[in-house]
């Protein structure tokens, strides 16, 4: 006896910079559903304009897009949507950017390499008002919440601090983080003067092999 798949209406919308990451998940959306309804953003102006514009019932975004930093978009959408779920999924691992994007208010987080059926299991589990967190995610946030916990020197630096540490440590020069980031190089110098200062370094060399260390970047 053959057995149907689940399925489900919903109204999602997919915020992704690469059309082909978007035509792949829409294509595994709509296995499950008959009655779906996807949008489509490419960058952050798209993203805040859409959220603005129409009800959506889950927001599936990638925290690594032109313009914007994609955890002050995400804030940004909390704000403008506070009961909108939002599910990141990132080419970066958990241990990068798991817990901050939780505690920016997203209701779970996946990396792309992430098997379809996973991908399905996690929103069908937001939708109905749950929270996805993976085995290594849940650790993580568990070790967060220790009191005696040893905290880790990158933990002291803000969102877009976080970011700008990781794009040094993959070799990026300020003025190609600037042009990514749609900042000045004038203020791309300043977040690199903070970072140093917090995790009292004195260079970008040593910012990078601390990275390497604690596996903030691949």
Same mark, same amino acid.
């Given at each position: 006896?053959?057995?149907?798949?689940?399925?489900?209406?919903?109204?999602?919308?997919?915020?992704?910079?690469?059309?082909?990451?978007?035509?792949?998940?829409?294509?595994?959306?709509?296995?499950?559903?008959?009655?779906?309804?996807?949008?489509?953003?490419?960058?952050?102006? &798209?993203?805040?304009?859409?959220?603005?514009?129409?009800?959506?019932?889950?927001?599936?975004?990638?925290?690594?897009?032109?313009? *914007? &930093?994609?955890?002050?978009?995400?804030?940004? %959408?909390?704000? @403008? +949507?506070?009961?909108?779920?939002?599910?990141?999924?990132?080419?970066?691992?958990?241990?990068? #950017?798991? %817990? +901050?994007?939780?505690? /920016?208010?997203?209701?779970?987080? @996946?990396?792309?390499?992430?098997?379809?059926? !996973?991908?399905?299991?996690?929103?069908?589990?937001?939708?109905? +008002?749950?929270?996805?967190?993976?085995?290594?995610? /849940?650790?993580?946030? /568990?070790?967060?919440?220790?009191?005696?916990?040893?905290?880790?020197?990158?933990?002291?630096?803000?969102? *877009?601090?976080?970011?700008? !540490?990781?794009?040094?440590?993959?070799?990026?020069? %300020?003025?190609?983080?600037?042009?990514? !980031?749609?900042?000045?190089?004038?203020?791309?110098?300043? #977040?690199?003067?903070?970072?140093?200062?917090?995790?009292?370094?004195?260079?970008?060399?040593? @910012?990078?092999?601390?990275? !390497?260390?604690?596996?903030?970047?691949?």
């Amino acid at each position: 006896m053959k057995v149907e798949k689940e399925k489900w209406r919903v109204k999602i919308l997919i915020a992704d910079d690469h059309p082909i990451v978007r035509k792949g998940l829409k294509e595994i959306l709509r296995e499950h559903s008959d009655t779906m309804v996807v949008g489509e953003a490419q960058n952050s102006h &798209d993203v805040l304009t859409l959220i603005r514009k129409e009800e959506w019932d889950l927001l599936v975004l990638d925290i690594t897009m032109p313009g *914007r &930093d994609g955890l002050d978009i995400l804030k940004e %959408v909390k704000k @403008l +949507r506070p009961r909108l779920p939002i599910l990141v999924l990132s080419i970066h691992p958990e241990e990068q #950017y798991g %817990v +901050r994007a939780l505690k /920016a208010g997203a209701s779970g987080y @996946l990396t792309k390499e992430s098997a379809p059926d !996973l991908l399905v299991g996690a929103i069908q589990r937001i939708l109905a +008002r749950g929270k996805y967190v993976s085995p290594i995610l /849940a650790e993580k946030l /568990a070790f967060e919440l220790e009191k005696d916990a040893p905290r880790f020197l990158h933990e002291s630096l803000s969102d *877009r601090e976080f970011q700008v !540490l990781g794009m040094i440590a993959r070799g990026k020069t %300020v003025g190609e983080i600037g042009k990514e !980031l749609s900042l000045s190089v004038k203020t791309v110098s300043t #977040y690199r003067s903070r970072i140093l200062e917090k995790m009292g370094m004195k260079n970008n060399a040593e @910012l990078t092999q601390y990275a !390497l260390r604690n596996k903030l970047v691949e």
